[in-house]
């Protein structure tokens, strides 16, 4: 029988889609093949359960929820079944994600048309079933357009084969033909009338002029009338050379009209935004910056041109603004691939970056892609906006001007029954302005919960009857996702964000400055996008090893939510269904840099375990208890420095746990994972150390640095340590450290220890007074460290005014290096090992890359003229405590072994494996047995190179 998941956790993290609407499901399936799908269709009969399919989930009209049985796709059902690159063909399963096909169509010179912006986790079944399109639909059309042939499952668990001239069901066929000769004229006249004209059934495809073509009436049909089972798809051939011309206009305005003039040969991409975009995007953090390099301008076209030479690319994109030379205010044409796929990012990041508004405010999807004929396209924008101001509302617009598509999220207030009518009123507006164009309430996404209700206010009650004579032919009692495009439901029913959304109050110990103080709205951050669903980048390494929603950034999100609703997760901050689905989170903060909208699940996760678990050393006994491991890893700041005030005592506890037994013994003692190695301490601490030696400069007139003495430096790694005090003295600097015991907290805080957090940071500032006061820089060593005390640190003790000073005064130890080289200091280092070239592989820490990045450190290895190779994917797999936690090995290991483990196998001799995150070296050392370097070491050889 086929696998159900019934949990409330799974059902609760499939809540929602990319839109503004909430369904909790009864039971969710991941097939894996034809009879899995036949089992559960015959299943949810039995239950008269309503069946929806789903694959990424990005769907942002409300296609892919349900109140029944949700079957997932992409996790199991995922194939590519062949590719035939004479007939330019592949045949896929539902669940595979466009970038999977577009990649593997690539060795053949290929790749598949249809580009969303999510085109990196939406799935071929759910860009066919809503007929999306991307950027690239001027040349290569629509997800219907690139459809020859699909098989579908019906209800009573048939399969049905549709293409071009029928269907493999002659009663199908005939019903479908009867359809078309009785609304020939109304196929002919409202459908199919423009290239974006995607809203209801694609019945025009139907017409005898069209060939009869079944396959692509069926695109668009929104999971309504079947489930896929698997897809024929057509290829295109990539062209050789491509150039991007990027346009600069005055406005947005001017930027739509001239988009319909640019449909010229060779043009792949007409796509449009405006400066309010920018706006946005420059208000997120670390991203101020964000295209400087674009045009002069307040609204931009993006035209990519392809040609058989790059020289031919390069001259018609430098044409392209001569034909709208009456608009264009600036241009450029780019060709360098780096520099092309910054631009683009601005572009793709839309669809979440506009999810807030530059204030900081809420918008929402529900108005997201309407279409008009390109020509009307600047009119139709005007008047929206006019509308806009109408109703006291604010939008920011983007999309595929070239084909009149605009996508749109609004500053709706749909916490309110208030909210919810001006919702209505301006929707309801809106669709009238797009009839009077001629257009459609949706260009690519589908209609879905948010406009089906709104069909008859562009299409006759002609058309109407053949949309559900259309459906009736599939699905005759209504089982596949009832209330979508016929007989639909309410556009404000059943509104995710909508009044009773947030009945758990609640007091956050972080102080969550950029949410207002609200951990509700911490968590309202998420909008459902799917990025976190990527297999590319470093978010979420959880969902990339397992595949689970429940696993990604979004479906943690979506249960939070549930928690905070009170509905479905009725426990609040005692339940299980949170616990469990926060659990494989590695708190790697990914998801604050990668997200669109900047969550941060890691902090969410530290706050919900605060609030889980009784508080203090109490926690750690009783029914509700922590587990053993909060206490091994959490305490082990303090308990190392306890046993640090022992003569012998760190060299006594190394050679008792070397002994195989007393290691194991520990282990469980300690609720640490079995498979685990324990790690061992320095015998002598390193603030020990650093006091008792004497500097072999002169520190008469030297400035001072103070070098943090984290925990993992100070107790378990001490190389990093002197070699950093090696390296300052060199550069002339004179290090301190502070006189007493001090800690960022770290280990409480990933925990989810807070008050042992605060307080700890709280004593740290006060040891660490007068050198705030001083205003000494402080020098972090350990990554996860340092990032605590440039940006965590004011979140947990947001009203102390040294919290604030230490942000500013905090750098990395490479920020460092690179500023005072920067700044002309002396530099001193040779090759790192003498004269023999080397190359650096790199495992950047993945707090460091969420959030100062590693351009400074790769400057550094840059002017040791070594050969760099940067490890991607994010986080090494062990993640602090996390992976040594019962439960998460295999996990782990499987994250080590998508790219770091056999780059590092495959190291040289004279390669260095370079990794300043003491977790990542302990990560490589236990998963490969090779020894990695802290950039503070690799600058201490190469000291002693050049002397």
């Known amino acids: 029988m086929v696998a159900l998941r019934s949990d409330l956790t799974t059902r609760a993290a499939y809540a929602s889609d990319a839109s503004i609407y909430r369904r909790v499901p009864e039971v969710v399936v991941e097939p894996r093949t034809e009879e899995d799908i036949r089992q559960a269709l015959a299943l949810a009969a039995q239950k008269g359960w309503p069946v929806v399919s789903r694959g990424g989930g990005t769907s942002v009209a409300g296609n892919a929820i349900s109140t029944g049985m949700l079957i997932d796709t992409s996790r199991h059902f995922n194939r590519i079944l062949s590719i035939d690159p004479d007939e330019m063909t592949a045949v896929v399963q539902p669940g595979v994600v466009c970038d999977q096909l577009r990649n593997a169509a690539a060795a053949y010179g290929l790749t598949y048309g249809p580009d969303p912006s999510t085109h990196a986790r939406c799935t071929i079944g759910g860009m066919v079933g809503n007929n999306a399109c991307g950027s690239h639909s001027v040349v290569w059309g629509t997800s219907a357009e690139n459809l020859v042939a699909v098989t579908v499952m019906l209800a009573d668990g048939r399969t049905v084969q549709l293409h071009r001239g029928g269907t493999s069901d002659p009663a199908i066929e005939s019903a479908l033909a009867a359809i078309r000769d009785q609304n020939l004229s109304t196929l002919r006249t409202e459908l199919g009338q423009f290239p974006r004209q995607v809203s209801g059934y694609g019945l025009h495809h139907l017409l005898p002029e069209n060939g009869f073509d079944v396959a692509k009436s069926f695109a668009g049909s929104e999971g309504t009338c079947g489930i896929m089972t698997s897809l024929t798809v057509r290829l295109v051939r990539k062209p050789a050379a491509t150039a991007l011309s990027v346009m600069g206009f005055d406005d947005v305005f001017d930027a739509a009209a001239a988009a319909p003039r640019l449909k010229l040969a060779g043009v792949q991409t007409i796509e449009g935004m405006g400066a309010d975009l920018l706006t946005a995007l420059r208000s997120r953090p670390g991203r101020e910056q964000a295209g400087s390099a674009l045009p002069r301008g307040g609204g931009w076209l993006y035209c990519e041109v392809g040609a058989d030479t790059q020289d031919e690319a390069e001259r018609l994109a430098a044409e392209l603004p001569g034909y709208v030379s009456d608009l264009v205010s600036d241009s450029l044409v780019v060709t360098d691939p780096g520099h092309v796929r910054k631009l683009w990012s601005i572009r793709e990041a839309g669809a979440g970056i506009v999810t807030r508004l530059p204030d900081g405010g809420e918008a929402w999807p529900g108005w997201e892609d309407s279409a008009v004929p390109a020509e009307y396209l600047s009119d ?119 009044p009773g959304r947030d009945q758990l109050e609640l007091t956050p110990v972080h102080a969550f400055s950029r949410d207002g103080g609200s951990f509700t709205s911490a968590v309202n951050r998420c909008v459902g ?232 940071l709280g004593r740290t500032l006060d040891v660490m007074d007068p050198l705030i006061a001083g205003g000494y820089p402080v020098i972090g060593l350990e990554p996860s460290c340092a990032a605590v005390l440039k940006h965590e640190i004011t979140e947990l003790v947001p009203d102390d005014s040294r919290a604030h000073r230490v942000t500013e005064l905090a750098s990395s130890f490479g920020e460092f290096i690179s500023r005072h080289k920067a700044e002309g200091g002396c530099w001193p280092f040779d090759s790192v090992r003498g004269n023999e070239p080397s190359r650096v592989l790199c495992q950047v820490h993945c707090h460091q890359k969420a959030t100062t990045g590693y351009d400074a450190e790769l400057e550094i290895l840059a002017s040791l003229g070594v050969d760099v190779d940067v490890v991607g994917g994010g986080c090494c797999g062990l993640a602090g405590n996390w992976g040594f936690e019962p439960g998460h090995f295999e996990m782990s290991q499987d994250l080590g072994e998508r790219e770091l483990y056999p780059k590092v196998r495959a190291a040289g001799e004279n390669d260095i494996v370079l990794a300043d995150g003491f977790s990542c070296r302990t990560q490589i050392h236990q998963g490969t047995d090779v020894e990695s370097w802290h950039l503070a070491e690799v600058l201490a050889a190469a000291l002693r190179a050049g002397r």
């Open 380 to 498: 139709y924008l005007r008047k929206l906006y006019v509308l806009l101001d109408e109703l006291g509302l604010e939008g920011i617009p983007f999309g595929h001007f070239g084909e009149g598509c605009v996508h749109l999220r609004i500053s709706f207030d749909l916490e309110t029954e208030q909210g919810l009518a001006r919702y209505r009123r301006f929707v309801e507006h809106a669709a009238e302005l797009v009839r009077s164009y001629g257009g459609s309430v949706s260009g690519e996404h589908g209609d879905g919960r948010a406009r089906s209700e709104l069909l008859p206010a562009i299409y006759s009650p002609a058309a109407l009857r053949a949309f559900r004579a259309f459906k009736e032919t599939f699905d005759p009692d209504g089982v596949f996702n009832p209330g979508v495009l016929v007989a639909p439901e309410p556009i404000d029913q059943g509104v995710r964000p909508g």
């Open 529 to 760: 996008v799917g990025a976190c669903r990527s297999d590319v980048g470093a978010m979420c390494p959880s969902f990339q090893a397992s595949g689970d929603e429940v696993h990604s950034t979004r479906g943690r999100a979506r249960v939070l939510a549930e928690m905070l609703r009170g509905e479905s997760v009725s426990e609040g901050w005692k339940s299980a269904e949170v616990r469990e689905a926060l659990d494989m989170c590695l708190s790697c903060k990914a998801c604050v840099s990668e997200c669109p909208v900047n969550v941060d699940m890691a902090t969410y996760k530290s706050e919900f375990l605060h609030h889980h678990y009784r508080r203090g050393v109490k926690g750690f006994f009783g029914k509700n208890r922590r587990p053993r491991a909060h206490f091994t890893m959490g305490w082990m700041p303090r308990v190392l420095r306890w046993l640090a005030k022992v003569p012998g005592a760190l060299r006594l506890v190394n050679f008792v746990e070397s002994f195989r037994l007393v290691e194991e013994f520990t282990k469980r003692l300690g609720g640490i994972e079995p498979r685990r190695r324990m790690i061992r301490f320095n015998p002598v601490p390193l603030g020990r150390w650093h006091s008792r030696r004497k500097s072999t400069f002169e520190e008469i007139e030297r400035p001072a640095v103070v070098l943090w003495p984290d925990t993992f430096t100070n107790f378990a790694s001490a190389g990093p340590g002197k070699g950093a005090v090696e390296v300052l003295e060199a550069l002339g600097y004179r290090v301190l450290m502070p006189a007493d015991d001090v800690c960022c907290g770290l280990t409480w805080h990933s925990t989810g220890q807070l008050d042992t957090a605060r307080k700890v």
